[in-house]
């Protein structure tokens, strides 16, 4: 009896084992595969670097609305300009890109970075006199920056801009949301600027120069551009210094 007793408890134990042994081998899989669930890696706000599509970006349908986003910021004439294949697609009126001004897709600081943007809005515009969301944000750069017409609200293109811009904003540490903020201050000059100076400097600027060697000699190639104010065609004059 006692012998049909520990036969049947050691049956019993090594069911258990074996049923261990499954669960810690599902729970390691589970981690394996899924990391973050118990370790996640926090980076200290000194060492944080703004998100990057190439290396940031997962797959999914966030994902590939954020990856228009990004197209959009950084080909902007190509999405919603005069380089659209859409007629009704060109919006803006000019071939800037968002990131003309709003350097490296958004992502450097003292540019107006899109860095935090979405954590900023909504906010009270004081040229509009009242509180303005994200979107009516983009399109005021639609409309003034870029020379153009609003893009629709509910529009894929504003959802894909807003999308990257709420991207880039996550996981941004408060320490260096700051840093992010419009543009880099420039130290003014104390003395009133001299428009004579000026129109000197504009009239005639030189915009590429190169030196070569001549007979031993080397030399410098400048090339002017002459510009006489308002409409004045662009004239050019080649200038050799030895
Ligand atoms: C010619 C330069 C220029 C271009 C091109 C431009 N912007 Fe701007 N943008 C600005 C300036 C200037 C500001 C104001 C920054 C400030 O308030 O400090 C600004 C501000 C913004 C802001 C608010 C930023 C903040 O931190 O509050 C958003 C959003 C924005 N632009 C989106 C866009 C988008 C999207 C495009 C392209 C469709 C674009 N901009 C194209 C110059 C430009």
Redesign the pocket.
Known sequence: MDKVKLIDQVIKAIYAVFALVIVSFLFLVLIWTNPELVYSPRVSPADWQPRSIQADLGKGPRESLVRLGHE??IE?SKH?GPLAPEIESRL?G?N???????LDA?RKSGS???V??AN??P?FRGRENKMGS?NE??N???E???DGKP?PEGGLEMQA?VAY?EWLSEDVPVEREAE????AKVELPTEAADPIKGRALSIARAVIWKTVKVNDHLKRISIYIHRYGGMTPITMALECIV
Do not use: D, E, P, W
């Open positions: 959009i910021i902007t919603i803006a000019n800037l890109s968002c990131q003309s001004c709003h958004g107006a970075s899109f935090g943007v900023r809005f906010q994200l944000r983009v005021g750069c639609m003034r920056s870029m893009l801009i811009m992010y903020k419009g543009f």
